[in-house]
């Protein structure tokens, strides 16, 4: 008895709570007026407007293209066991054309770095050529000059003996 008389107390405080809740809501709307309700439906209604016209759209289109490529992928022929072993066949046999380019290419590139070093080669081979000219113009210069030099110390000396005569 003593614990229904309890629940009973209890039941009666939180009817009281409830009933000045009550109280205190009923005060607060009849002391707003219907132009402050009137602006909380207009700018629900402008929340409501926007969702129905720009993010809902905007949602079932996402929704309907991520359905239509679900679509397309269920609609694929699944691919077999040799299908994966043609498609790897086929990469193979382009990664070896790729492998033989590459080898191609670099073969003309080696070509091409000889090429440049052949140009230097004949280059020198010129300049060589050019000394070797050089070289027999001044050995044959320096031979006349041995022979002008001869005549010129016989011519001198001839003289030499020539004025020694006239002297005795």
């Known amino acids: ?4 008389n309890e629940q009973l107390k209890n039941a009666d405080q939180k009817l009281i709570e409830v009933r000045k809740t009550l109280k205190q809501v009923q005060n607060a709307n009849a002391t707003s007026n219907a132009e402050l309700l009137w602006q909380r439906m207009e700018e629900e ?9 720009e993010n809902l759209p905007k949602a079932i289109n996402d929704k309907q293209k991520h359905i239509d ?3 397309k992928i269920l609609n694929e022929t699944s691919t077999s066991e040799s299908d994966l072993q043609v498609s790897e066949m086929e990469i193979r046999d382009l990664n070896e054309a790729i492998a033989k380019l590459a080898e191609k290419k670099l073969s003309k590139n080696k070509n091409a770095g000889d090429d440049k070093l052949a140009l230097f ?4 081979n010129i300049i060589a050529l050019k000394k070797e000219g050089t070289a ?3 050995h ?9 030099n001869e005549e010129l110390e016989k011519k001198e000396g001839a003289k030499g003996e ?5 002297a005795i």
């Open 162 to 166: 020539s004025e020694t005569k006239v």
């Open 69 to 71: 490529n679900i679509t």
């Open 136 to 138: 027999e113009k001044i």
């Open 45 to 53: 209604t402008k929340m409501n407007r926007f969702i129905a016209t």
């Open 121 to 124: 080669r004949q280059q020198a």
């Open 1 to 4: 008895m003593k614990e229904q």
């Open 140 to 148: 044959s210069l320096i031979e006349e000059l041995n022979q002008l």
